[in-house]
């Protein structure tokens, strides 16, 4: 004698398959979150067209600092500009200034930059290098 079971209130005995347009579209999310993550990484850590470091810098007076860095460019032929910038004892930027390095034979340049301050400097630093160099930096742009 067989048992048969009420319809509906227990579980077929055979498991159900995932259908197979799930499966694909999971499997592409993984693999487009994948690329992404490759490409976030690669932009964030890929080898620079230009670096620099910080070589030293000296509180000249209440309003003046002395900063001097190193830029090495890729092409020693490309412009570059740097943002330098001087902070006070409690962290706050205190002046900033715009450094213009044209072109030229040696790859690595060693510059020496005053900033002017608001208050009296502590410490100075390199924010930034780029060779998007902005017209006005270069007089391109007067007479146009």
């Known amino acids: 004698m067989t048992r048969t079971l009420p319809p509906g209130r227990y579980a077929s005995a055979t498991p159900k398959r995932p259908r197979k347009t799930l ?23 890929a080898v620079n067209e230009i670096d620099t470091e910080l070589t030293s810098f000296e509180v000249v007076d209440d309003g003046t600092l002395e900063v001097t860095f190193t830029v090495t460019r890729e092409d020693p032929a490309d412009d570059a500009v740097c943002i330098v910038r001087a902070r006070s004892r409690d962290g706050s930027e205190t002046g900033r200034r715009e450094v213009y390095i044209p072109g030229g034979d040696s790859a690595t340049v060693l510059l020496t930059s005053p900033v002017h301050t608001s208050q009296r400097p502590a410490v100075g630093d390199v924010y930034g290098c780029s060779l998007d160099v902005p017209a006005y930096l270069t007089g391109d742009s007067i007479g146009n």
């Open 23 to 45: 499966v694909w579209a999971l499997g592409a999310g993984v693999i487009v979150l994948g690329l992404v993550i490759a490409y976030l990484a690669y932009d964030k850590f």
